[in-house]
């Protein structure tokens, strides 16, 4: 036997611990609507890499030992702007994007080995972010916001949620999401997934929007609804993170009344070409018109309404739990980065033009929903 037969099963065991390797257990997967299916853990990385969508809702069937998933909840039907009010201070904050403070950030942010949701580099990576967030608040007094980081009790990475308390109608709850891990699909234990665009890009553009949001906010502009800019843990593994924080709001009798996710924002197959994608599966078609007229009111290029398949990102998981949502994605899906789930999801392939077109869409949903009055 040589040494390295010794040497590398060794050095993978203390680096990434023993179970990882040798644990493989079941899993209920929602494919479709009402669709299940039960395959090994190791089995859902062959299902991302030919494609296939899923929801892993195996921690949350309404009997854990039966293969029953508990009923989806209705989704209400909210009123959302047919026109934009706050163009003035929406358009002055959108002309102080900074895209060498997003490009320096995200390129710390990849520059984790992986943002695999079981790794240690993927919780550092969560710890990174969450300083990150915590030096966006400067000056501003801590009864407005709260920083909570949501544990997962199956996994280290945590989710983040950055709350901004509504001061008349707090129990309404805006939330814009993104997912902080990445995946190398190959073998996501052992090889680096920088994750530039899937969805380091998302988590940029939530941060800039977040940062913009929280100046408005030191000029004394208080929401009366409450804002939550949402950085979920474990997308990957089938919104693992996303279920079980939208799982308990819903638990809980939250009232989320709009959920918008930014899951790669970043690629852009064709400058002359160069559009937004909207979502619709799984979305609900009052958001999506409102971030029509958004994107209409605030954003260069146009945007192309388009499909994704069943699971493509962590707003499934808000209709799943009775939230309307919507999902923004950086084009239509056909078009989107090829890149993602390995090694080759790099910053270099990204353009911060298009990045910006996306914290506007997120910055300005934010703004014109604060003091929207979607009733008590
Ligand atoms: C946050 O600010 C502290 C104090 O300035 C600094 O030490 C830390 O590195 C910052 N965190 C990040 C992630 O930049
Ligand atoms: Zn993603």
């Known amino acids: 036997m040589k040494a390295y037969q010794f040497v590398v099963p060794f050095l993978i065991i203390v680096r990434f611990g023993i179970g990882d390797l ?28 030919s494609g296939v969508g899923f929801i892993d809702v195996t921690d949350h069937l309404s009997l854990p030992w039966g293969k029953k998933i508990k009923n989806a909840a209705p989704v209400p039907y909210y009123d959302y702007p047919q026109t934009v009010s706050q163009a003035g201070t929406v358009k002055k904050l959108i002309a102080e994007i900074d895209q060498v403070a997003m490009h320096d950030d995200l390129a710390r942010f990849c520059s984790f080995f992986t943002r695999y949701y079981k790794s240690a580099s993927g919780y550092e990576s969560a710890q ?35 709350r901004v308390h509504g001061t008349e109608t707090a129990d309404n709850v805006i939330v814009i999401g993104s997912h902080q891990d990445s995946l190398n699909m190959i073998f996501p234990s052992l090889m680096p997934a920088p994750g530039a665009d899937d969805d380091g890009s998302g988590t940029i553009t939530s941060m800039e929007a977040l940062r913009l949001y929280l100046k408005h906010l030191g000029n004394g502009h208080l929401p009366k609804n409450t804002i939550e800019f949402h950085f979920y843990s474990a997308e990957e593994g089938g919104l693992l993170g996303s ?27 064709n400058k002359n070409d160069e559009h937004i994608g909207l979502v619709l599966d799984n979305a609900n078609e009052r958001l999506v018109n409102f971030l029509k007229v958004v994107i209409d009111a605030y954003v260069k290029i146009p945007y192309r309404e388009t499909r994704c398949g069943y699971a493509c990102s962590d707003h499934a998981s808000a209709t799943k739990n009775g939230f309307p949502s919507a999902f923004i994605l950086e084009s239509e899906n056909a078009k989107t980065n ?24 997120s910055l300005a949903t934010v703004i014109e929903l604060s003091n929207w009055n979607f009733g008590k």
């Open 338 to 361: 090829r890149y993602i789930h390995t090694t080759m999801d790099t910053l270099d392939r990204l353009d911060f033009d298009h990045i910006s077109e996306h914290v506007k869409i």
């Open 243 to 269: 279920m079980d924080v939208l799982g308990y709001y819903r638990e809980q009798g939250r009232k989320v009344v709009a959920m918008v996710q930014q899951d790669m924002t970043g690629y852009v197959a």
């Open 128 to 162: 990174w972010l969450s300083s990150k967030l915590h030096n966006l608040t400067g000056e501003l007094s801590s009864e407005i916001f709260e920083i909570e980081h949501f544990d997962h009790k199956k996994w280290k990475q945590f989710s983040i949620i950055f």
């Open 22 to 49: 040798f644990n493989d257990p079941w899993r209920v997967l929602e494919i479709g609507q009402n669709e299940i299916i039960q395959v090994k853990e190791s089995e859902k990385l062959s299902l991302k890499r």
